[in-house]
């Protein structure tokens, strides 16, 4: 596809349960990122992938959380022993990288993640 | 950590009336972004500001890069329904091996009415 695709786009889930969320990033975007979103609130950045270089991974909120890339393709987000206060929006945005990286940073749709 | 000012949070304006939102920050930025999100999107750019002082504009819309590179405005000229949507600014900043992160305010909810 065009856009950068997330799957699930809705994810209800038992407290203390697993779940995985998926970002396919458009074809050719070496840098992507996973962002929260929180009900009414900003955007707070998890985990930076770019190329096969180490991940910036401190914006995870715990050990519960991580991510992994299989070179530049698929990402995904795990979130372990889900917690009530995990349940938000978790959006995926990848970009070029090259000068116009903050142009072309284009985000997915996101995956709404509620935890009962 | 760093953290944005944004402000308002919300407002309601009359359709062809114009906008003005703006985020404060106590850390410098090297880039400040300003977003769209529509419900149940991810956010849009809108417009990128690189240097202090910069004023950019994009269409109907008007940003400021401050000359302190700690705040930023984002102006909306002549609204239209179709403006509705939470606007997000959002500071860049070069945090090293090879990470730029951003980080985003809380959003500035707008609601046009006709």
């Known amino acids: 596809g065009a856009g950068v695709s997330q799957s699930p786009s809705n994810k209800v889930t038992e407290k203390g349960k697993d779940v995985e969320l998926r970002c396919d990033p458009i074809?050719?975007?070496?840098?992507l990122y996973w962002y929260r979103q929180r009900l009414g609130q900003g955007l707070e950045f998890l985990i930076y992938?770019?190329?096969?270089?180490?991940?910036?991974k401190s914006g995870l909120p715990s050990d519960r959380f991580s991510a992994e890339r299989t070179g530049e393709s698929v990402s995904t987000l795990t979130i372990q022993r889900t917690q009530q206060e995990d349940s938000a929006v978790y959006l995926c945005?990848?970009?070029?990288?090259?000068?116009?990286?903050?142009?072309?940073?284009?985000f997915g749709s996101g995956t709404q993640l509620s935890v009962l | 950590g760093q953290q944005l000012n944004q402000s308002p949070q919300s407002m309601f304006i009359q359709e062809g009336e114009d906008v003005s939102m703006n985020c404060t920050s106590s850390?410098?930025?090297?880039?400040w972004l300003w977003y769209k999100q529509d419900p149940g999107e991810g956010p849009v750019l809108l417009i990128a500001?690189?240097?202090?002082?910069e004023l950019t504009s994009n269409g109907r819309l008007t940003a400021q890069f401050g000359i302190t590179r700690k705040d930023s405005f984002l102006n909306i000229s002549a609204s239209i329904p179709s403006d509705v949507g939470i606007y997000f600014c959002?500071?860049?900043?070069?945090?090293?091996?090879?990470?730029?992160?951003?980080?985003f305010g809380k959003g500035t909810k707008l609601s046009v009415i006709p």
């Open positions: 945005a990848s970009s070029p990288w090259d000068s116009t990286t903050n142009e072309k940073l284009l």
């Open positions: 074809s050719g975007h070496t840098a």
């Open positions: 992938f770019q190329g096969n270089s180490a991940p910036d």
């Open positions: 850390s410098i930025f090297n880039t």
């Open positions: 500001l690189y240097k202090a002082g």
């Open positions: 959002a500071g860049q900043l070069y945090s090293g091996a090879g990470s730029y992160q951003l980080t």
